[in-house]
């Protein structure tokens, strides 16, 4: 009995190193921190986490992967630093964040792509325009951009008491933008006053009157209910077409073995259709949600777009100037453009 009670004793002991085994490495892991701005039930949101969740599956045993939604670990304008700084191994935030360091990536938020077509947007990341953009942002501030961009999607106008129904309405009306200097100097070009408040802030400064409108998507507003907040209408005119940026920190990054980066890689590159479609689909079934809910819709018609747009690309060259896109770009994207405005182009792209 006592020769059974020491092989009992043995067996418990090995069983107790093996589970210890196999537990420890995993407190030891190297981390993979993934931070968003937006809300668990926003569409972006739910796109990043489905890449969390790859590759958490992919790296399994080899690093932790957490994943950190609605600012819980950085606001939007902060991981830039939290990255260079080590607080953060991937970000994915909107375009709108960047020009304080890549004045390139205004070239997203100009005149020239008021109220066009998604695919405008698509074909200039695709060019030799977008690629010069993704170079800057590396370079500028030593982050890995980790493919194609997803969407948000198109951002209007949503007013509070006095609605927007004609780009008139915009004079001294204080108008919330995420951020993003582009999109202060084209609001004020239209005679708005630009207002830069943070999501989070956002709520408060609807409820104390501080803001008359917001720019922002149908998917945004449906995901925190804003019309429960004192929205009551949109100017549907697409400002502009807004997307998410996947950025790493540049020392994570180089740090990795080459088979790591590339399950980083094509991790994400298989989200980002799906990811996209569902954005398109979020901002539709949003948009019907805000009409169900009172919110009231005034669209921009087509030669309106076009009389905007053609007044304020009036200004874009004091605008370019003052967002500091180097003139060599800006020459390249005018000449994009310029193919785009073509005589057979008969709608609004």
Known sequence: MHHKAKIYQFLLGALFLMLTNLTLPAQDLPVIRISVENTASHVQTKSVQRFADLLSDRLEGRYAVRFFPAASLFRDADVFRALVQGKLEIAVPGTWQFDRYVPEVSLFLL???????????????????????????EKTMDVKVLGRWIDLGYTHLFSTSRPIKRPGDMVGKRIRVAGGRGNELRIAALGGNPLTIAWP??????????VDAVLTSYETIASAKLWELGIRSVYEDRQYFAQYVPISSGLFWDRLPSD???????????????????ASVAQAVSRSLLVSNGVAITLAGTEQIRQTRGKLVTEEPRIVQQLGIPSGLYELFSDYMKGIDTPASGDVR
């Open 201 to 210: 802030e956002l709520p408060n400064s609807l409820l104390n009157g501080k």
């Open 260 to 278: 790591v980066q590339e399950i980083v890689l094509q991790s994400w590159e298989s989200i980002v259709d799906q990811a996209r479609r569902e």
């Open 111 to 137: 005149p020239s792509l008021y109220g066009r077509d998604a695919s405008v947007t698509y074909g200039l990341m695709e060019s030799s325009v977008g690629q010069r953009v993704v170079d800057s942002i």
